[in-house]
């Protein structure tokens, strides 16, 4: 990078509207959760993503603000459909043996209302497990109880020490 971070931090700070200073404050708290441990993906820090997990299902919830809003500010497509792959992909991680990790192959995701209220809540099921592919669903949920998503998705079962060849 060719500016200095703090440099570019007293920029973005200076004439900041408090949803900015918001928006920004969430950004810094989401790394600190990656840095602390809370969260073990940089993507779950920023999303604030909580997670129940058992054998049967995984449960998601992330909090509702500014930062995951589109322009028309509802919930964008994009960040719903990051925490269906995050919860199926968690869930479908967990039913691996040690050195295995599941990839998606297809995410087929149905919207079916707007994304507003405090939080939205993803519960991903295992629907299929074979030796080479998984298949999964998930539900999303506003804090009112409405769905506002349904999907599928396909995940790819691979040995770890293959990622980086």
Not at 6 to 14: A, D, V, Y
Not at 46 to 57: A, D, F, G, N, Y
Not at 72 to 85: C, K, M, P, S, Y
Not at 127 to 138: I, Y
């Amino acid at each position: 990078m060719d500016i200095d971070l703090m440099e570019l931090f007293n920029q973005c700070t200076k004439n900041a509207t408090e949803e900015e200073l918001s928006a920004l404050e969430s950004l810094l708290l989401g790394l600190h959760k990656k840095q602390t441990g809370q969260n073990s993906s940089y993507i779950g820090g920023l999303l604030h993503m909580e997670r129940q997990i058992s054998e049967e299902e995984c449960i998601l919830t992330i909090p509702l603000s500014s930062l995951v809003n589109n322009p028309l500010g509802i919930l964008h497509g994009g960040i719903t459909a990051t925490i269906i792959d995050s919860a199926m992909g968690t869930l479908a991680a967990s039913l691996l043996p040690e050195g295995f990790g599941a990839v998606t192959t297809q995410l087929n995701v149905h919207y079916l209302a707007v994304g507003k209220g405090d939080y939205v809540t993803c519960r991903a099921t295992i629907d299929h497990k074979g030796t080479k592919s998984m298949v999964l669903s998930a539900d999303v949920f506003r804090s009112d109880g409405k769905k506002i998503a349904q999907a599928t998705g396909s995940f790819f079962i691979i040995e770890k020490k293959n990622v980086n060849k």
